[in-house]
Nanobody
């Protein structure tokens, strides 16, 4: 499986963006997919994840209530809907795949840059 994130851009505070993670490979539906972000000069941090069926999701406290993760296995896509954006959300966002649901992400895609202006 290979992953590619897209959908980043420049948005004003309070606005919305939707990121997409597109996967190639027939085993995509078996993967837990996570979104992570890394801001300049900061460590990479977990944002959200979704299990293979889409029935289980987790969010970082900093995005809970503002971001929603979802997936469409028929299209091999995972989405991150980001609402009420804040300047602190500015980062490169990556999607990653965890084949066995252990929390160990072994596949990483190229990131997409999200910039939120105040």
């Amino acid at each position: 499986v290979q992953l590619q994130a897209s959908g980043g851009g420049l948005e004003q505070a309070g606005g919305s963006l939707r990121l997409s993670c597109t996967a190639s490979g027939r085993t995509f539906t078996s993967y837990t997919i996570g979104w992570f972000r890394q801001a300049p000069g900061k460590e990479r941090e977990f944002v959200a994840d979704i299990n293979w069926s889409g029935r289980s999701t987790n969010y970082a406290d900093s995005v809970k209530g503002r971001f929603t993760i979802s997936r469409d296995n028929a299209l091999n896509k995972v989405y991150l809907q980001m609402n009420s954006l804040k300047p602190d959300d500015t980062a490169v966002y990556h999607c990653a795949g965890d084949r066995w649901g252990t929390g160990s992400y072994e596949i990483w895609g190229q990131g997409t840059l999200v910039t939120v202006s105040s």
